[in-house]
Structures are given as structure tokens and as C-alpha cells.
């Protein structure tokens, strides 16, 4: 007898909404009106299943709206935003988007942006080496 299939439950704009919330500490609302906004929630929803874009942007206006972008709109950057790039050009994972890309904070401030790109980089490469010391250290076991 066949196992009926569970159907996968898609966290992807929870998971966007959550980092979006608390990295910009903003109240659900702003969020919810992003995605009740059809031409942004278009934009959020082509990075999520498709192949491309790589790249969403999530600005915070002075007129404090959210403003989803598949690009840099640093021009229009005067208060914090945040960024997602996919790890490979897939459609982000419904079941855990965490790990289909790689989020992070955007600065109006020059300095305070290359600080956080410097830190997003040590990050990764810290994951890097772990995996290959986790690596190593099994061939020499085996």
C-alpha cells in the first residue's frame, strides 16, 4: 500500500520575513504590506522560484516602506536594507530557504557596509575550513 505524500510546507516568505523583521526591527506589518503589494510581492516571488534573479534587496524608504529589488538600488539607500543571494541558480527551497541562501545586512554608511561584508566573508570562510579540517580528518581516520 502506497504512503500518501505529504505535502511540502513553503517557509520561504516566512523565513524572508523573519530576517527582514529583525534586522531592520520592524513590526509585522510592514512586512505583510510588502507582500499585500502585488508588483513587490511579484519581485519576491521571481527570486523564490526561479533560476534567476540571484539577487533580492530589501530596502527600508525614508518614508518607511519596505522596497524589494533584484538589485543594488544604493542610490535610494538612506536608512539600513538587507540582501539575499542564492548559493546556486535554483529556486530557493520551500522546506529550508536558510540553506539556499546567503542573507545580510546593507548600510547607508560606506565603512559600516565593507565591516559587515568583511564579517559575512570570515563567516563563510570559517564554515569553509571547518568543512575541510571535518574532511581531512576523516581520510586520516579511514
Not at 516602506?65 to 541558480?89: A, C, D, H, R
Request: net charge positive; hydrophobic share 40%.
Amino acid at each position: 500500500m502506497e504512503q500518501p505524500t505529504v505535502p511540502v510546507v513553503d517557509k520561504r516568505l516566512d523565513f524572508l520575513g523573519t530576517y527582514v523583521q529583525k534586522s531592520l526591527k520592524l513590526k509585522s506589518e510592514k512586512w505583510t504590506r510588502l507582500i499585500a503589494t502585488e508588483d513587490y510581492k511579484a519581485i519576491v516571488k521571481k527570486f523564490l522560484e526561479r533560476h534567476s534573479p540571484n539577487l533580492l534587496v530589501i530596502i527600508l524608504t525614508p518614508a518607511a516602506q519596505l522596497v524589494p529589488s533584484n538589485g543594488f538600488p544604493l542610490v535610494q539607500l538612506k536608512t539600513k536594507g538587507v540582501y539575499f543571494i542564492k548559493k546556486e541558480p535554483a529556486p530557493v527551497c520551500k522546506s529550508s530557504p536558510g540553506e539556499s541562501v546567503i542573507v545580510g545586512d546593507l548600510s547607508p554608511k560606506l565603512v559600516d557596509q565593507l565591516a559587515s561584508f568583511v564579517d559575512e566573508v570570515n563567516r563563510l570562510l570559517s564554515i569553509i575550513h571547518s568543512v575541510y579540517k571535518t574532511r581531512m580528518f576523516s581520510m586520516r581516520i579511514s
